[in-house]
């Protein structure tokens, strides 16, 4: 029986998928009830205190290859966001391990003047959940914020297996981190006499 039932390319492809429905979901029915975030004066994706967000390694994939869209990322642009994660990680004492979702922590990919980075292809679920609203009442409820996170678990399983710590809910800056450090390693595996040898 093979081991990976979804390749990487289709499980990126319907994480897209899964994040336009429930951006649709919000957006037709709460969004326009919400503070506008583009005026905002005070934004939360900043604020140290607040943020905790966690993602799984399939949306921290996703969130890499945005980044590394040459067409929209310099090499300096791309430096500056991990530099941004390794501080995080560092300033905040971000961990794999743990209460993970007890940390809080400035997010590497809000761009002060721009916003969030990956805001159209990789943005985290529960960050489009969130919103300014005036009264609890507009607020979308959790079932969709459930549903959504329950799929995005389902695909990491099928691309990753049954191992939750190959995958499993971490802080965005530890996710990035790790991953640069996976490709860096890579890059020398491929780069190293030895791999010439092999080859
Ligand atoms: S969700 Fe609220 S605090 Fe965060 S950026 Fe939007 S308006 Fe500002
Ligand atoms: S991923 Fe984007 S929306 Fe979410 S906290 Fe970071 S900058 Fe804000």
Redesign the pocket.
């Known amino acids: 029986m093979a081991r990976w039932r979804l390749t990487r390319e289709r499980a990126l492809a319907r994480l897209r998928d899964v994040k336009e429905s429930l951006r649709a979901h919000v957006d037709q029915r709460f969004g326009f009830k919400?503070?506008?975030?583009a005026t905002?004066l005070?934004?939360?994706?900043a604020d140290a205190e607040f943020v905790n967000v966690n993602v799984t390694r399939l949306e921290a994939d996703a969130m890499m290859r945005v980044l590394g869209d040459d067409r929209r990322f310099s090499d300096e642009d791309r430096a500056r966001v991990l530099t941004r994660a390794r501080d995080a990680v560092s300033a905040y004492g971000l961990s794999a391990e743990g209460d993970t979702f007890g940390t809080t922590y400035a997010c590497p990919l809000f761009e002060p003047g721009a916003g969030c980075l990956v805001h159209r292809d990789a943005k985290p679920a529960p960050c489009i959940h969130?919103?300014?609203y005036e009264r609890e009442e507009d607020l979308p409820g959790n079932e969709s914020l459930v549903e959504a996170e329950r799929t995005v678990a389902d695909l990491n399983r099928l691309v990753y297996g049954a191992d939750v710590s190959r995958w499993g809910y971490r802080t965005i800056p530890v996710w990035l981190v790790q991953l640069e450090r996976n490709r860096e390693r890579k890059t020398r595996e491929l780069t190293s006499p030895s791999s010439d040898a092999r080859a």
């Not at 919400?34 to 975030?37: I, N, T, V, W, Y």
């Not at 005070?42 to 994706?45: A, I, L, S």
């Open positions: 919400a503070k506008d975030c905002c005070t934004p939360c994706c969130h919103g300014c």
